[in-house]
């Protein structure tokens, strides 16, 4: 009893000091995981800044719509049917003008259209008598949803009109089932319509006139940035494999030897943003209809620039100074400082383009720096040519050189499917043998 | 008078018939579209007959839905509330079973989540008086709506609850603001989110026990089928431009030249399929928690290949017979016939790799192909290095020749900004300096 007593008392004071070390680190983890939270929120915020202001634009516009509930006579007049205000509000604001106003023209005119159609269908099942009506409507449900669901797969609607297929869906089967409950349909298609009229006005209303973030001028923005990221990797290039005292080693870990990474993923965004920017309205100096299309050309021939990039970093990476031939030690001189001028002036030519686009202004007609990459490649190929034998075998020597690097990504494409087949436990081929085997015998 | 009546007349007799001809050539045009229209229709159909089981499941849900509508029971005891089924049915609804289970989880976790803080908001703002609520309200609306907006510019949250944050807005602000109209908040919150969860299951019966389309399967084909085409791509070159009497000309037209380009977009689809098929439960082949992450690792490497391809394409088409170089006949033709090994075999890997994925078997150890093109391009390596010279420079005259290719993509590029910078009509740089001048002038 004695001894039990010691011993609890012992423990007694033991535990609450772990318990309180315990509950310091915990609260220690606690905090220090918010102060990274927070970090990592005020990054994204320094960033760009205008996502800050359109976090607040969402909750003004949300703000403003529903004032219409807290008003009085509104409410006695709309009723419920308030409630699509916010909604739409909530559904609608993007973070671009574009954005905004497709999804605000889609969500307007497919609620008109369906409503319409809605109403009709209301028409012809109230022919069919009480018992008739549920039926009818049922099959007019499943056949426009079934319709308008399979438009959705046409490329160009996909592309357009996709939100507003979906609004389709929903207003018509909400209007054409309700119709079976409610008594004054026109007044509720009519009360709906025009609360989703005004959530779309208050969303075009905040994004246009508070703050507003153009589609187009990010697309802009986009296409001369991509440039911008082309000449960093070619003037990399230059400094770290052609300049005389270029170390050329432990290349990999060098960041120019990324940055056209982010070009080769561009599409998709660049693909939404022209969709956008091409139902904005004129704003600073881009006009309306605007050629947003050249924007898109420009950014295949980026891309495909980035592309070859990569095969030649790939090539790059592999090229360590030991490599370096000694002998012919002349042409190889002469080789690497027609590099060095070809990827200097073509990085100086995507910079002054990029520039271009940025200040709208034309580029200069002169194009010193893209002459001057003409230049030292027109000229390396006259020095190569004076080696008749080298210049002739060369082209087919390049499209080798590539081809067996194809042969070595081959390779690390079987090693990711040997390791996919080992994780994902793939059938043994043996076994299968076997099985087929033990079939035959059975 | 006799004359204007013969001329009346003559019309009279002719407007008719070319009305008639008119009407008749647009009836005919119409017929036309129509029929272009319906075989395009049926050409979607038919290259995935999926499309059309889900259009007609997507009907079949809505209806089953609005069932609850017509039944006298239970739209009693939910009223107006079952229309949040309907809504639910139409915007979770999605083509492949995960998007469908992400975009049910996130409606109704972020329901739940946004019903219990409104719910508290509506407590918080009850305490301030008649006239309070309403302000109370409103600021909880505004920031809460401000801070989950600014969430999704987080990219984890971007990727995974972008739907999620929606909801929540969306619930909140709803029942926040109506709470300030509604007498039982509580039962109405209870009555919408049972009215969703019916919805939402509806959603995952229709999509998992109708023909259910998997987003793991159709990313397992994906990483099949982008095999199979840098697999065409070495074809059609061993074909076209390694075999002997290969024509070698003309190759711009050639199909297996176009036929990487759509690996190197394959990442959006991709990643959202990979986002999918890891919230999908077991099927097939596939249990639950399988290594999906495999399949972006194995498509990063395979849209490098591609990339290659591409910049290796850019040269071979710039390679016509003519420049096949004369001299040294007996080298070139050993590096051809070394091209075309390397090519043929790789592309014989690449289709047994693609196989070994398709039936889910692991890929033979043997990699007979595999060894042959890595032969091939060793093979070619000792013979270039018989001949010194050639095999010291030919490293950097590789680099020297895709640095060459990309001064002619940088031309193009420049070419393109060049367009841009007259459709859209950028300053003129020496108009620029008038104005400098004219402004110092003045």
């Not at 089932?177 to 509720?188: F, H, Q, T």
């Not at 940055?259 to 022209?274: G, R």
């Not at 295949?300 to 000694?326: D, G, H, N, V």
């Not at 081809?403 to 080992?422: G, P, W």
């Amino acid at each position: 009893m004695e001894v039990h007593q010691v011993v609890s008392g012992a423990a007694g004071g033991e535990v609450p000091a772990r318990c309180g070390a315990g509950l310091f680190s915990a609260l220690d983890k606690v905090r220090r995981a918010l102060v990274a939270f927070g970090a990592k929120l005020a990054k994204i915020a320094r960033d760009d800044p205008r996502r800050v202001a359109h976090s607040l634009k969402v909750g003004l516009a949300l703000t403003l719509v529903s004032v219409l509930y807290y008003v009085r006579p509104i409410f006695i007049n709309w009723g419920v049917s308030t409630m699509w205000a916010v909604l739409t509000v909530v559904v609608v604001m993007e973070y671009t003008v574009g954005g905004t106003l497709i999804k605000g023209l889609n969500r307007a005119f497919a609620t008109l259209l369906a409503g319409f159609i809605a109403v009709g269908a209301h028409k012809v099942a109230y022919l069919c008598g009480n018992n008739g009506e549920p039926v009818v409507l049922a099959i007019f449900v499943f056949l426009l949803a079934s319709a308008a669901t399979f438009s959705r797969f046409i490329p160009e609607v996909k592309a357009r009109y996709d939100y507003g297929v979906t609004i389709f869906i929903l207003t018509f089967s909400l209007v054409a089932v309700s119709s079976y409950r409610v008594e004054e349909l026109i007044r509720l298609a009519h009360q709906r319509f025009s609360t989703i009229a005004i959530g779309v006005a208050t969303c075009l209303f905040t994004t246009i006139f508070v703050c507003p973030v153009w589609a187009g001028e990010d697309l802009h923005n986009l296409a001369a940035g991509n440039l911008d990221k082309l000449a960093d990797f070619l003037e990399g290039l230059e400094s770290e494999c052609f300049r005389e005292n270029a170390p050329g080693e432990n290349l990999e870990s060098k960041p120019f030897l990324q940055v056209y990474k982010s070009v080769l993923n561009s599409k998709a965004s660049e693909d939404s943003l022209c969709n956008f920017a091409k139902w904005e309205p004129g704003h600073g100096n881009f006009y309306f209809r605007y050629p947003w299309g050249l924007y898109q050309k420009l950014g295949a021939l980026s891309r495909q620039c980035a592309s070859s990039m990569q095969a030649l970093a790939s090539y790059i990476i592999t090229l360590t100074k030991s490599q370096y031939p000694e002998a012919n030690m002349e042409l190889c001189l002469k080789v690497r400082a027609a590099c060095g001028e070809m990827s200097l002036n073509s990085a100086k030519a995507l910079r002054e383009l990029s520039e271009a686009i940025q200040t709208m202004t034309a580029p200069s007609p002169a194009r010193t720096h893209m002459s001057a990459a003409i230049r030292a490649a027109r000229g390396l190929r006259a020095e190569l040519s004076q080696d008749a034998d080298l210049a002739k075998v060369m082209h087919v020597a390049v499209i080798a050189s590539l081809l067996s690097e194809l042969v070595t990504q081959t390779k690390k494409i079987a090693e990711s499917v040997d390791n996919l087949a080992r994780v994902a436990r793939f059938k043994d081929p043996e076994d299968t043998q076997k099985d087929v085997v033990i079939n035959v015998v059975s």
